[in-house]
């Protein structure tokens, strides 16, 4: 489905709206107060269709103070039950912040990816975040209790060991997907890695751990476990973000997503919703058409765009967007 119209008209809105409901977050905004329309209280997206899995109705309501969740029509559900009925992958034109933003982008995009992969992972992501925030409030106090500190720091050596473990078997599966990817993208004249790069372990307890203590304490800040690994691309061997020229940086981006769209269909057996905003500038017409043709012909597409038109433009069902209004438009 092809969303076309001028420039603040809805159509980024409209996929957002689907991505909120196949992976709770927004791919504009880390915060969801932020898609809050200007002097309103809140906001509410639902929606439903069939997929592989069978019917799928899920809404989502934010309030000003916090998100509520309907499965089935069903209020206060959670995010266990929420998570994974529907599935999206993202490509937009903000993308390029895997390679050129900080480690933690990489890191929340693919464990973004692992809890798709393996929902029951989603548990131990949201425990890692408040561990460290614990850890974190607790290294800020000058007179932090080394107890409560051990408490914190063995559950994150527990945690550690199952995610880093994950995250390094997603790097060994996804990496093959991505290859085939970008192949087909740069038509064989670049070739691009990725690679799993986990930090040290969590020390047990002993000398290592005491000096792990003293250290924390005096710099107030959390120095170890999963939090701090990341993810590095190579392109030719050569860092991607430091050398790679505008468009090498796009199409490896793209290649990620249309690995992470192979990915997903073939561990879950279902094909997630493509949605695709703003993300093929600075490519030329080759490697447009060899994202087109990269992706599936059974893949339900939506693209939106101010300007740019696939070939084949026919075969698209195309959505004129304006406020408040679609228009189907003949293709």
């Known amino acids: 489905m092809l969303l076309t119209g001028a420039n603040g008209r809805g159509k980024t809105t409209l996929l957002e709206s689907v991505g909120l409901l196949a992976r709770l977050r927004s791919f504009r905004t880390k915060a969801l107060r932020d898609c809050t329309q200007h002097g309103a209280e809140g906001w509410r997206v639902e929606g439903a269709w069939a997929d592989e899995a069978g019917p799928v109705r899920l809404g989502m309501v934010w309030r000003g103070n916090g998100r509520e969740l309907e499965v089935d029509g069903r209020a206060d559900s959670t995010v266990n039950e929420f ?16 390679l050129e933003g900080g480690s933690a982008e ?16 989603l548990g131990d992501l949201r425990q ?20 409560e500190w051990e408490a914190w720091t063995t ?9 880093q473990p994950a995250r390094q078997k997603l790097a060994e599966i996804f990496l093959p997907h991505l290859e085939t990817a970008h192949r087909g993208l740069t038509a064989g ?20 751990r005491d000096r792990l203590w003293e250290v924390e304490r005096e710099r107030g800040i959390n120095l170890t476990g999963p939090q701090r690994d990341d993810w590095d691309f190579k392109l030719g061997g050569k860092s991607l973000s430091r050398y790679g020229s505008e468009g090498q940086r796009r199409s490896a981006c793209l290649g990620v997503r249309l690995a992470e769209l192979a990915l997903l269909r073939e561990t879950r057996q279902r094909t997630p919703v493509f949605l695709v905003d703003d993300a093929l500038k600075e490519l030329d017409e080759e490697r447009r058409k060899a994202f087109w043709n990269g992706i599936p012909a059974d893949c339900q597409v939506l693209y939106a765009t101010a300007h740019d038109r696939p070939k084949q433009e026919d075969s698209w069902v195309i959505l004129e967007i304006s406020p408040g209004e679609a228009k189907k438009q003949k293709g």
């Open 83 to 98: 998570w994974g009925r529907a599935m999206a992958v993202v490509a937009h034109g903000g993308d390029t912040v895997i």
């Open 106 to 121: 990489r890191r929340a995009g693919f464990d973004l990816l692992l809890a798709e992969i393996e929902p029951s992972r």
């Open 128 to 147: 890692l975040r408040e561990v460290c925030k614990q850890r974190s409030a607790l290294l800020r106090n000058p007179r932090a209790s080394r107890d």
């Open 155 to 163: 559950r994150l050596g527990e945690l550690a060991q199952g995610l």
């Open 189 to 208: 004249a670049e070739k691009l890695k990725v690679s799993y790069q986990p930090d040290d372990a969590v020390p047990a307890p002993g000398k290592e």
